[in-house]
């Protein structure tokens, strides 16, 4: 059974600075596709970050600069260094695996306020 | 605003066939193929649909889809209570060189 166990989330002020991660377990973080993917509360999904083949990465517009997605082979986990925090990236992130987001996490609720 | 754009709300009576649409452009499911996902209340989502018209082991089929130029739709036919939820579709957006999503659609069974 795949499961994706994000861990990370916390009430972080404008400006400042978070490291989401994603466990893997009966998925191979490495060798397939990963996503992040957010929802701000009430609303609908918005995509973040990927990561594939050869650590090749692509990010969304609003987070290029900021947000850097990455991997680590031996702990089989899925990172975002997210930095310079605003108010708009309020909102439960979901790493997903799989070409077609096939598994999801349960979520990991970023706030950023002051 | 999303990309991908779907009515926000749908209902239907159990047992009834209900269908969501999910209009894109030539840029995203005109090129690409269309996922679905159901977010059951308080939930991460779940994959529903892929690519186009293919279950995951596990979904029922009542569930169905299918995708024609730059729209697709999702059809659910014998509604159930359980079956209420938020649902949304995806597509690769070549232009954007990212995932769109449509903004949901919330069925309710009446």
């Known amino acids: 059974e795949v499961q994706l166990v994000e861990s990370g989330g916390a009430l972080v002020q404008p400006g400042g600075s978070l490291r989401l991660s994603c466990a893997a377990s009966g998925f191979t973080v490495s060798r397939n596709y990963m996503n992040w993917v957010r929802q701000t509360p009430g609303q609908g999904l918005e995509w973040v970050s990927l990561i594939y083949s050869g650590d090749n990465t692509k990010y969304e517009d609003s987070v290029k600069g900021r947000f850097t997605i990455s991997r680590d082979f031996s702990k089989n986990t899925l990172y975002l260094q997210m930095n310079n925090l605003g108010a708009e990236d309020t909102a439960v992130y979901y790493c997903?695996?799989?070409?077609?987001?096939?598994?999801w996490g349960q979520g990991a609720l970023v706030t950023v306020s002051s | 605003q999303s990309v991908l754009t779907q009515p926000p709300s749908a209902s239907g009576t159990p047992g009834q066939r209900v269908t969501i649409s999910c209009s894109g452009s030539?840029?995203?499911?005109?090129?690409?193929?269309v996922n679905w996902y159901q977010q059951l209340p308080g939930t991460a989502p779940k994959l529903l649909i892929y690519p186009n018209n293919q279950r995951p082991s596990g979904v029922p089929d009542r569930f169905s889809g299918s995708k024609s130029g730059t729209s697709a739709s999702l059809a659910i036919t014998g509604l159930q209570s359980e079956d209420e939820a938020d649902y949304y579709c995806?597509?690769?957006?070549?232009?954007?060189?990212?995932?769109?999503f449509g903004g949901g659609t919330k069925v309710t069974v009446l």
């Open positions: 030539g840029s995203n499911i005109g090129r690409n193929t």
């Open positions: 995806a597509a690769w957006d070549d232009n954007l060189n990212g995932w769109v």
């Open positions: 997903t695996g799989g070409h077609s987001l096939d598994f």
